[in-house]
């Protein structure tokens, strides 16, 4: 057994899109209509054909509360695994991306937390 899809909800799917892609450097995989969403994924470009994150809409009322007091608390939704958390997080800023948390060590792991633009936090980790 393995780990195939993880999602995440999104507020909205184009903004998500372009989020994931253009600014964290993931490759979109499946782009398919669903009527008035899509069955939208994103993957690393160093594992094409690895874990996809589908990118869900936020349309189920159970979504905004859960997301939201996530939030409130601080907490990431996700963590997404980099070399170097110092230099992605200088790479991230310099394209204007909020951070709630910065480059922190934590015994073996520096993590650091950014705000997605769709609704969630995402954790940076490095070991």
Avoid at 90 to 116: H, I, K, N, W, Y
Wanted: aromatic share 6%.
């Amino acid at each position: 057994m393995r780990i195939n899809l993880a999602s995440i909800h999104v507020d909205d799917q184009e903004k998500a899109l372009r989020f994931y892609t253009d600014v964290l450097g993931f490759v979109k995989k499946n782009d398919v209509p669903l009527g008035e969403h899509r069955w939208l994924t994103v993957v690393s470009p160093e594992e094409p054909d690895g874990v996809e994150l589908v990118l869900e809409p936020s349309d189920h009322p159970a979504v905004d509360p859960y997301k939201d007091a996530l939030v409130a608390d601080g907490i990431p939704v996700t963590s997404f695994a980099v070399a170097d958390v110092q230099a992605e997080y200088d790479r991230l800023r310099s394209l204007g991306v909020t951070f709630t948390q910065e480059p922190t060590a934590m015994g073996p792991v520096t993590t650091a937390v950014l705000d997605d633009t769709c609704g969630n936090l995402i954790q940076i980790a490095a070991m």
